[in-house]
């Protein structure tokens, strides 16, 4: 069974930066990489970056290119984003979720979430 844990959210000024933390545990096996989605309230939830385990690839929504990166550390199964420049509109509840190894089978699970607010 896997698992996904948060952390690292909080309450910043516009233009500040947070770092949000990912941790998975179980068997990873089928895991290919790692999603890092929002949600703000009344809205629906939007993917904003992944990152692929074997190659590092990664993947930014426009709103988020340039001011977020999203990195891995793979010996401890864990996926950051790091977040400078926030903006009011970037608060939401930010949840991960696991990308699914091609010919696995679905495996979709999602974290938590951790909660982002940003003042103006």
């Known amino acids: 069974q896997v698992q996904l844990v948060e952390s690292g959210g909080g309450s910043v000024q516009a233009g500040g930066s947070l770092t949000l933390s990912c941790a998975a545990s179980?068997?990873?096996?089928?895991?290919?990489?790692l999603s890092w989605y929002r949600q703000a309230p009344g809205k629906q939830r939007d993917r904003i970056a992944d990152?692929?385990?074997?190659?590092?690839?990664?993947w930014y929504v426009d709103s988020v290119k340039g001011r977020f990166t999203i990195s891995q550390n793979n010996a401890k199964n864990t996926v950051y984003l790091q977040m400078n420049s926030l903006k009011p509109e970037d608060t939401a509840m930010y949840y991960c979720?696991?990308?699914?190894?091609?010919?696995?089978?679905?495996?979709?699970?999602w974290g938590q979430g951790t909660q982002v607010t940003v003042s103006s």
């Open positions: 979720k696991t990308i699914t190894r091609p010919y696995c089978p679905d495996l979709t699970i």
């Open positions: 179980g068997d990873l096996a089928c895991v290919y990489g």
């Open positions: 990152i692929y385990r074997d190659a590092g690839d990664t």
